[in-house]
């Protein structure tokens, strides 16, 4: 059934459902990254910068409604990573704050500019494996049915 667009009409109690069971989905994706058994799938089934915007495309060739769908569930999971308790997302930044406030005590500058740059080091390693993973898939054409 690839490729095929059906058009259906909910009520908005089935549309609010399904939202939130999509956010239940990514959230679990998500902590599928910290789990030893399924990080290297969950990072071999997500995709990066590449891999979106091979997929906008595919969405918009499909047609409004597909591609405003695509870019709410792109918004969303954006939105759930940003949560990670990962310096220097605002997920670490709440965990840091959650952290002085139990602790009393203050974490240095130069703590917060180490967990800062650890995380973009964790970033930029996830960025090149997904980069690299995307363009395997486009150049051996098993990207999306390509």
Partial sequence: RSGEVTHMTVDPGRAIVA???YIGMVAQAVAGLFNPATA??????????????????QF?????????E???????SLGIMNLLP????????FVIEVFQKLSKKVVSLRAMNAMS????ALFVVFFLVMVNQDVQR????TFFGQ
């Fill in 19 to 21: 939202g939130f069971t």
């Fill in 60 to 68: 918009a060739d499909a047609g409004l409604a597909p591609f405003m």
């Fill in 138 to 141: 486009i150049i051996s054409g």
């Fill in 86 to 93: 990962i310096p220097p997302l605002d997920g670490g930044r």
């Fill in 117 to 120: 740059m650890a995380g973009m």
């Fill in 70 to 76: 695509f870019m709410a569930m792109i918004s969303v």
């Fill in 40 to 57: 290297a799938q969950t990072v071999s089934d997500s995709s990066s910068v590449v891999g979106i915007a091979v997929m906008s495309k």
